[in-house]
């Protein structure tokens, strides 16, 4: 299952990514140049969902490369930085333009990371009420302490639709979800 990051620079996306596939966390995270691609399966139940995640670089000259890595994918996680006000506001633009491009077929989830830094410029309250009333997932995180990584994924993973892309696993055999029925896995 494609799932895309999102988000401006230095807010933490590959920080996440990697305390996710790898339970690994970088003091000097260098930027993303382009995208990277890594993949991790999270089981959810009688079956595993293969999230492939592309981390996109948040420079301001990246951006227009963005839409090339979201489409057509049935997932995003739009990450900001709770100590940073604007990268807050340009997480919500970015919500905007997944929905208005993906026609709200992706399931977005909305990633407030460095929760464990003092100076928050964005309370939990705030990002919590946006959230409901986009009807996106919500979670605080932090990357260096590993809160709330796992928790976003998987509810992510609960979310998405079942549909024909999706890869699991049922016993030790590999099949393809059937097309269009509704629900997440039940993680």
């Known amino acids: 299952m494609k799932l895309v990051l999102l988000g401006e620079s230095a807010v933490g996306k590959s920080s996440i990514t990697l305390r996710f596939v ?30 492939e ?16 890595y979201y489409r057509g994918a049935p997932a995003a996680v739009v990450v900001y930085d709770v100590t940073d006000r604007n990268s807050y506001e340009k997480a919500k633009k970015w919500v905007q333009q997944l929905k ?5 077929t992706t399931t977005i989830a909305l990633a407030g990371n460095k929760r464990d830094l003092p100076n928050h410029k964005v309370t939990i309250q705030e990002a919590q009420e946006y ?13 260096l302490s590993n809160y709330g ?35 997440g896995c039940g993680c």
């Open 22 to 51: 790898r339970n690994e966390f970088t003091e000097s995270q260098e930027p993303t140049i382009g995208a990277a691609f890594l993949a991790r399966n999270i089981s959810c139940q009688d079956y595993t969902v293969r999230f």
């Open 53 to 68: 995640i592309w981390d996109t670089a948040g420079q301001e000259r990246y951006h227009s490369l963005a839409p090339m």
């Open 100 to 104: 208005e491009e993906q026609r709200e």
């Open 131 to 143: 959230a409901v009333a986009e009807g996106l997932i919500f979670h605080e995180t932090s990357a």
């Open 149 to 183: 990584i796992t928790e976003l994924f998987k509810e992510l993973a609960d979310k998405l639709p079942k549909k024909s892309s999706a890869l699991v696993a049922d016993g030790g055999m590999t099949k393809l979800l059937d097309d269009d029925k509704s629900g």
